[in-house]
Each structure stands twice: as C-alpha cells, then as structure tokens.
C-alpha cells in the first residue's frame, strides 16, 4: 500500500470515528456534555471542540501547498481559531456540523493529493508564532493522529457517561488480503 493510500485510509477512519463518536455525544444532555470530568479539555464538548480546532489551525496550514487550492478556498468560511483549546460552538449541533465540513474537506483534501505532493516542505508558524519547515507526509501523520489521540480521550470520557461508542480500531477498517 502506498503512503498516500495510508493517508486516504486514515482519512476514511476519521469520519468514520467522528460519526461514532457524535452520534454517542448527541445521547447526552447539554449539561452531561459540558460537565468538567478532569480531562486536559475538561469536557466532551470542550475535547471535540479542540479536535475541531486543531484539525482547521492544520488544514489551513495544509492548504498552503501549491496543489491545494481547492482545500483552501473550502476553508474560507471556517472559522478561525486563536487558540486550540477555543471553544467555537457551546452546542454540539453545530460542531457536529462543523465536524461532518471539516471531514468531507479532509477526505477532498487527502484524495486530490498525489505521492510527490507528499514530499513538499511545508513552512509554517506554530499557534506562538515560531516558524518551522516540515515534510508534509510527516505533518499528516501528527494531523491524523492528533485527531486519534484526542477521540480516544472522548471515547473514555463518554464511556464514563454511559455511552459505548463501540468498536474504535482502525483495523476495522482495512480490507483482508490473500497471504499467497
């Protein structure tokens, strides 16, 4: 499987985790989501809000590779996060709207992608400001494993709620093959 064919699986695993983890969301009330559980974003709705933030702050940052006009003029109505812990919606109807965009642009984005796009250099500056100039596969991956590591936060969060979001593996998503 090439790297990109990677990519566009890991594209595929986050809607369909997002999905799963909305539809658990949206069993709670308002307060449960809101409720300060002790986590480092201290609620459901303030961990997906995050999720949300971070995946714009990259996807911007994304969307300044030459080949990717299409993703940034998607994006041009986002909103704009100052901080990654911003709160952008206080309900989750609208971050689950939100949320469906910004996965219907990632998959757009990951698939109009080609394997020598992958090896740009993409100069950025972090939230503080501080430049930096990384290969973008490699910026990808910290991308699509933010998002992991964050939904699994919420998985456990909204396990502690009474919500089982059920099966959580990627490898749910990979086709078997022929050992021959």
Request: proline share 5%.
């Amino acid at each position: 499987m090439s790297q990109l064919a990677h990519f566009q699986l890991l594209a595929r695993y986050n809607a369909w985790m997002n999905d799963k983890v909305y539809a658990a969301a949206a069993q709670l009330s308002p307060e449960a989501l809101a409720l300060d559980r002790g986590a480092f974003f201290p609620s459901i709705l303030a961990t997906l809000n995050h999720i949300a933030a971070g995946d714009i702050v990259w996807l911007t940052r994304f969307a300044e590779h030459p080949g990717c006009t299409a993703l940034r003029q998607a994006l041009a109505t986002a909103p704009k996060p100052k901080a990654l812990g911003q709160q952008l919606f206080d309900t989750l109807a609208p971050l689950q709207a939100l949320r469906g965009e910004l996965d219907g642009h990632i998959s757009d984005w990951v698939a109009a992608l080609s394997e020598p796009d992958l090896a740009y250099g993409l100069a950025y500056a972090n939230m503080q400001g501080v430049p930096a100039q990384r290969a973008y596969a490699s910026l990808m991956l910290h991308f699509f494993n933010h998002q992991t590591h964050h939904r699994g936060q919420v998985s456990t969060l909204l396990f502690q709620a009474g919500q089982d979001v059920g099966v959580t593996d990627l490898l749910a998503l990979i086709a078997d093959v022929d050992p021959r």
